[in-house]
């Protein structure tokens, strides 16, 4: 029985991917026409490394699609969310309160900042952070004092909270705004995902106090391997840029740095990439809102299950497609991830939640009931947009 429900959802897939025989990857780098002779420039005049004219011109065409002040490169999302945490001002000993229903990244910057994950409930409407129900958690087990959210239970100060919108749609935030600004929260948005998606008409990333997006190579698009951040806060800007380029005090030969920093600065290499994929960013996001739409069509009156939609208000990237299956076939999504790779289309699991993890045993959390159902329940499908 479950191998024709399985054929049933191949078949449909391959109908909305238009592709009858060959293996589905779930998601694959796309680049248009100026993505070689960027990238055979800058290996032609060796500006292939730290300094050269690709990296000042994808963050200031990062900045002005995003409709932020300011973009800061760096060499991958992960790095963004830990320099994006250290500039709100996360401290060792604190608590940062993430969804539990995210890739790892989230979890690990926080890590990387000595503090402690604290994991939140998601929302079944929009995947991200639930707002109403994080309001009745914190009312019940923080106090705000001097303008500092405390923990009760552990003492610890909670400094801030990463949002993610997942697979490109976004959360509530104007819920979560509402929320930071109650209990004196720090805003930080792991846009990581949803690089042309918006809230009410405005570009994701550019809501919190900063923003991340990746442009690893499965994301909408990429730069081989990359990230940014986004702020409409010059200073934040100025010190993100310092921080993720070892603290450098500018000078023409010498070499003085003010602060123990990092090296997180985006090659030029990958920002000529970035550049190229700016150019075709609208053509692929179209492209992806088809692939949704006919994949919306051919799940909309499926018994099994249906197409996850992106949320009133918002307009998503449709970064990944989401199947998501119904409660009866909640312990099903192994077996028919397992049948569906047999017919060589490649789908897979949402993410494990990672207060399941061992690695992350122990961190304080909330109820988290929609994120175990969901985990059981989600699979992304071939997503991979065109460029003819
Ligand atoms: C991809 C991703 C990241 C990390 O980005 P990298 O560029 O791979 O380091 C962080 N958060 C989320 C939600 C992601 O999907």
């Not at 959210?149 to 610890?156: A, D, H, L, V, Y």
């Not at 799940?299 to 009133?312: D, G, L, R, T, Y």
């Not at 312990?331 to 991830?337: N, P």
């Not at 897979?348 to 009931?369: V, Y």
Request: with cysteine; hydrophobic share 40%; proline share 5%.
């Amino acid at each position: 029985m479950l191998e024709s429900i399985v054929e049933n959802i191949v078949s449909s897939v391959r109908q909305v991917m238009n592709e009858p025989e060959a293996g589905l990857p779930l998601h694959i780098p796309v680049f248009g026409k100026n993505a070689e002779s960027y990238v055979v420039e800058c290996v032609r005049t060796g500006w292939v490394s730290s300094v050269g004219k690709f990296v000042d011109r994808f963050e200031e065409d990062l900045a002005r699609y995003t409709g932020v002040k300011r973009a800061v490169a760096v060499v991958n999302g992960t790095a963004a969310l830990h320099i994006a945490q250290l500039m709100v001002g996360v401290q060792p000993g604190d608590e940062v309160l993430i969804p539990s229903l995210t890739f790892v990244a989230t979890a690990n910057s926080v890590k990387y900042c000595n503090a402690t994950p604290h994991f939140i409930d998601v929302c079944p409407k929009t995947l991200g952070v639930d707002p109403v129900k994080l309001d009745g958690y914190l009312s019940e087990i923080a106090d705000v004092k001097e303008g500092v959210c405390i923990n009760r239970n552990t003492g610890s100060p909670i400094r801030a909270i990463v949002g993610m919108h997942a697979f490109g749609h976004p959360f509530d935030i104007e819920g979560v705004q509402t929320v930071c600004a109650k209990f004196g929260l720090k805003f930080v948005e792991d846009a990581a995902e949803s690089i042309g998606s918006y809230y009410k008409n405005q570009h994701t990333g550019g809501f919190g106090d900063v923003g991340i997006i990746s442009f690893n190579g499965n994301k909408t698009i990429t730069t081989g391997g990359g990230g940014a951040l986004l702020t409409n806060d010059e200073s934040l800007a100025d010190r993100a840029k310092h921080i993720t380029t070892t603290a450098k005090i500018s000078h023409p030969y010498r070499y003085f740095h003010d602060t123990v920093a990092y090296n997180y600065r985006m090659p030029n290499i990958n920002a000529a990439l970035g550049c190229s994929q700016l150019e075709d960013i609208e053509a692929l996001i179209s492209c992806k809102r088809g692939i949704a739409d006919r994949y919306l069509k051919a799940f909309e009156s499926n018994e099994v299950c249906q197409i996850f939609k992106e949320p009133a208000d918002c307009r998503s990237n449709y970064w990944l497609n989401a199947l998501v299956l119904n409660p009866d076939f909640a312990l099903k999504s192994g077996e028919i991830i397992n049948l569906m790779h047999q017919h060589k289309v490649f789908v897979r699991p949402i993410w494990e939640p990672l207060h399941k993890l061992d690695i992350f045993a122990g961190c304080p959390q909330m109820d988290l009931s929609v994120t175990l159902d969901l985990g059981n329940r989600i699979i992304n499908l071939p997503s991979t947009p065109s460029l003819d």
